[in-house]
C-alpha cells in the first residue's frame, strides 16, 4: 500500500498531495508542471516537503510530525527516469549489478538472472551504453532499479524519448514486471494511453492538487476531470476476457460485464484478462439497432448522464452492463435524436479504433 499525505513549497508553487493506494501500479496523471515530479522526488527523498507522511505498506519513509526523514539510500526506492542515465563506463552487465552489490544479501529478495530473463538482456551483458538502442537503454535502466531491490518503484516519464515502437516493447516489459516482481510501481506521464494501459489506481495532479483520485476506470470516466485529463482523451477503460480468436481475418474477442468487443489481434491467450480503452471520440449512437453496417461493436444500453456545454459538442454516458461509456456526439445530434438521462439505444464502436496503445494486459 502506498499512503502518501504532504505539503511543499518550491517557490510560488505549492504541492499539496493526499492518496491512498492499494494497487501494483498507481498512475500519476497531469500536465507539465501539474507537480508530478515535485511529488516523486519527495516520495524518493530527493527534496524534504514541509509536513505530512510518505509510507510505503508499514514502512515509514518520511513523517514530519514524528520526525522520520529516511535517506534516499534507506527508502530503497528504484527511480528510472525520462533518460536512462546509464554508468557510460560499464558495461549492461555492471549496469545492472551496480545497486545490487550495495545492498546486504539479507534485503536481495530479487535475483539477477530473473531479471535478465523478463527483460531479455541476456545478449546484451557485455555491451556498453553507447552501443544500445534507446529501448535497450530503458530496459537496463529499469533491471538495475529492481536490483536496487527497492521497496516501490519510481518511472518518471520513461518512454517520453522514445518512438512509438520502443514505447509498445517498454509498455510490455513493464506489464511482465508488474505480473512477475509484485513491486509497487507509481508510473509518472502525461499519456494518456500509457497510464489507462498500466495504472490500477490513477492520481490526477492539476496545479499541485489531486484533483482526482481512484480506480482507473472510475476516474477517467468522471465528466468534471475532462479539463485536466484532455477533452480529446476522454473516454472509457474497461477489463475484459479473451474469448476467442479470428485467424482469417486477425480479430480478437473479448468479453466484458455488459457485452462483447471486437479487436484487432491481441497476443493473448483464450482466458486472459486484458485492458481496453474506448475514447469518446469513437463512440457512436443510434436510436434502434442498426443493420448492414461495417462496424462490428454494437451494444446496447442506457443514457446515465448528459455533459451539455455552450459549444458544439455533447459528451453522453452510457451505461452498458457495469461499464459506463462516454460517446461524444454534437448538440445537433443529442436534440434532433431527442437523447435524455434514462433512454435506451445502442452504442457503436469501430473496431478499427482500438490500437496496440489502447490495449494492454490487466
Known sequence: MIDVDLEQRAGNFVLRARF?????????????GSGKSTLINAIAGVTKPERGHVRIGHVTLFDSARRIDLSPQQR????????????PHLSVEGNLLYGHRLRATTV?????????????????????????????KQRVAIGRALLAQP????????????????????????ERLRDEFQIPIVYVSHSVAEITR???TLVVLS???????????????????????????AGAVIEATVIAHDLDFDLTTLRFDGGELTVPGLNAFIGERVRARIRARDVSLALSKPVNLSIVNVMAGRVAAIQEESGPVVDVQVAIGDVV????????????????VGQELYALVKAVSFDHRSTGYA
Do not use: N, W
Open 20 to 32: 491512498v493506494a492499494d494497487a501494483p501500479v498507481v498512475g500519476l496523471f497531469g500536465r507539465s
Open 198 to 200: 498500466l495504472a490500477d
Open 76 to 87: 530503497r526506492v528504484g527511480y528510472v527516469f525520462q533518460d536512462a542515465l546509464l554508468f
Open 151 to 174: 521497496r516501490i518503484l519510481l518511472l518518471d516519464e520513461p518512454l517520453a524519448s522514445l518512438d512509438v515502437p520502443r514505447r509498445m516493447e517498454i509498455l510490455d516489459y513493464i
Open 108 to 136: 536481495r529478495f530479487i535475483d539477477p538472472a530473473h531479471v535478465i530473463d523478463v527483460l531479455g538482456l541476456a545478449a546484451l551483458l557485455h555491451r556498453k551504453p553507447g552501443a544500445l538502442s534507446g529501448g535497450e
Open 325 to 340: 461509456l462516454t460517446a461524444r456526439i454534437t448538440r445537433r445530434s443529442r436534440v434532433q435524436l431527442g437523447i435524455h
Open 207 to 233: 496545479a499541485g492538487e489531486c484533483v482526482g483520485v481512484g480506480d482507473v476506470d472510475a476516474v477517467m470516466g468522471r465528466l468534471d476531470l475532462k479539463p485536466y485529463t484532455g477533452r480529446f482523451e
